[in-house]
């Protein structure tokens, strides 16, 4: 198994250094605007760190990006799938009215996600994708306020419907179903880390809206 500890030091003092930033007027827009940057990071750090960097692996990383922001396009576009919503500014240029950095995200939630699930052991592929699903689902409850107080995005009325939470469920299921279909054999540590620091990231930040 890859030695993951330099990579999560190297994490945890961006994340903290994220949240500090965010916290005060007068560096807000500057770490808001190197966000995408960030995420790309995150991203290039989990597949570097994944056990075995194959094509099935590459290939998996492409889908689930790409599906993501699809997704993502289809849903801004017509509302029909997570409400009326629009992206702002902090996850970088829109491209159909969607910054393709949101596909990045799709894919560091689902992998991280897959990845602590994995490390469960439970058996049933289902169950498995229900539990990750859920995970996310409470994720994104704690997250919304605060993408929207950073500028990520915006909703219709100022609240998230009930719409998003069910549409993210489902859709978290299917693409984790997709994940444990690959059969990956080995956790990678580094991605757990990750989900525990996103965890921590958005929770400190709710916890200073409310």
């Not at 699903?133 to 909703?155: G, K």
């Amino acid at each position: 198994m890859k030695n993951t500890k330099p990579l999560s030091y190297l994490l945890g003092s961006m994340y903290l250094a994220g949240i500090i930033g965010l916290s005060f007027e007068k560096t807000e827009a500057f770490f808001q605007l190197i966000t995408p940057f960030h995420l790309l990071s995150v991203c290039f750090f989990l597949i570097y760190t994944h056990e075995k960097i194959n094509s099935r692996f590459l290939i998996f990383s492409l889908v689930i990006s790409l599906l993501g922001y699809l997704i993502e396009v289809a849903g801004v576009n017509t509302g029909l799938i997570f409400g009326h919503y629009t992206y702002l500014t902090t996850l970088g240029p829109n491209v159909f009215g969607t910054p393709p950095m949101i596909g990045i995200n799709w894919f560091i939630m689902i992998y991280t996600t897959g990845m602590l699930v994995l490390s469960l052991q439970i058996e049933n592929i289902y169950l498995k994708s229900a539990l990750g699903a859920a995970f996310m689902t409470l994720f994104d409850l704690i997250a919304e306020p605060v993408a929207i107080a950073q500028n990520m995005w915006s909703w219709q009325n100022d609240t998230p419907p009930i719409q998003n939470y069910v549409a993210w469920f489902l859709i978290s299921f299917v693409l984790l179903l997709y994940f444990f279909k690959q059969n990956f054999q080995t956790p990678n540590r580094l991605a757990k880390t990750v989900w525990i620091y996103q965890w921590l990231f958005f929770g400190i930040l709710f916890l200073k809206l409310i």
